[in-house]
């Protein structure tokens, strides 16, 4: 038993958890709060190997009251039966041990499963179920969405497994810090719609902003190739934002008698493995051309934003991808 502070590059690898990435994109928002820790074996109050935790994973979204999580046992539930109780709060120097508080209680060898979230003076408030996989098994995963789990702050985690209803009877526990994860967006903004080929250069702002967490750590951002379109530079590197926080960059560009009547100018802003990606269409009419229609305004993909979530559906234990912001 024991408290483990894990590195935010180690997230969920106690849990042997394959990293899945998928690029997406949706308006900005928050992102979640993720832990994990591995606790040795042998170390329960019982030598039952299925009453001993050897690792778990927590992850929990306030925007969108999801959370899920996965509890490793040293062994299979072989007749001795144990309770896995897990829930989500604000540490104190006394512990993980303040609410208000999310969590989930099972049998180990049941499928049954239900979650519940308590006042700051641990009343329940709302309780409900959620599903579970790996039942009788050394690996068990818990996944929910409500709303009614939304908006609360957490920054710990306390897996327990102990005596079936007798929750003050505990074989083994441990605690985890709860790392709050970047959310990544790009927005562009400034670029007329519609421009003549010349030697002008118009300015192109791009703003990148993280609406999660944690901190991006430093962002690389890139404007695709696009043949008539030359930009004073096509990569920029801009420093780690901060949660809540956006960086503005300008690149001035320049269409050429090469460019498309229509244009799309991707950019790309990359951060760690989050990629957000948005777009600028532009008409460019050529000197000797007459211009047709009006030229619009505000048109290609403006913004985008993506952000991490475990996945605990797979089955190694699962994984932490990349989904869509949600508002």
């Not at 996989?133 to 957490?154: C, E, I, Y």
């Not at 991006?216 to 590197?237: E, F, I, N, Y």
């Not at 403006?302 to 994984?319: E, H, I, L, M």
């Amino acid at each position: 038993m024991r408290s483990f502070r894990p590195a935010r590059s180690r997230v969920l690898g106690a849990v042997g958890l394959a990293v899945a990435l998928a690029a997406v994109s949706a308006p900005p928002a928050s992102a979640v709060f993720v832990g994990e820790a591995e606790d040795p074996a042998g170390d329960a109050t019982v030598p039952d190997p299925q009453r001993d935790i050897t690792a778990a994973g927590f992850g929990y979204d306030p925007d969108t009251g999801r959370m899920g999580a996965a509890i490793r046992l040293r062994g299979a539930p072989a007749g001795a039966p144990t309770t896995l109780i897990a829930y989500a709060g604000i540490r104190t120097p006394t512990g993980c041990d303040r609410g208000p508080a999310i969590g989930f209680g099972s049998d180990a060898d049941r499928s049954d499963a239900s979650w519940l979230r308590t006042t700051v003076d641990g009343a329940p408030q709302s309780r409900g179920r959620l599903s579970k996989a790996g039942v009788g098994s050394a690996l068990q995963r818990f996944d929910v969405q409500s709303s009614l789990l939304k908006g609360l702050t957490v920054d710990c985690a306390l897996i327990s497994a102990t005596a079936p209803g007798d929750a003050a009877t505990v074989y083994d526990q441990l605690t985890l810090d709860l790392v709050g994860q970047p959310a990544l967006g790009v927005r562009l903004s400034g670029l007329p719609s519609s421009v003549q080929a010349s030697k002008r250069r118009h300015a192109l702002r791009i703003t990148v902003s993280n609406s999660g967490h944690g901190p991006t750590g430093r962002v690389r951002v890139r404007l695709a190739a696009v043949r008539g379109v030359a930009p004073t530079r096509r990569t920029v590197s801009l420093a780690s934002v901060a949660p809540g926080k956006t960086r503005t960059t300008t690149v001035r560009v320049r269409f050429t008698n090469r460019a498309r009547l229509r244009n799309q100018l991707p950019v790309i802003a990359t951060a760690g493995r989050l990629t957000a990606r948005a777009e600028r269409t532009v008409r460019v009419v050529q000197p000797d051309r007459r211009p047709s229609g009006g030229g619009g305004g505000g048109s290609g993909t403006p913004a985008t934003c993506v952000q991490f979530f475990p996945d605990f559906s797979g089955g190694s234990g699962g994984s932490l991808g990349l989904v869509p912001c949600v508002r």
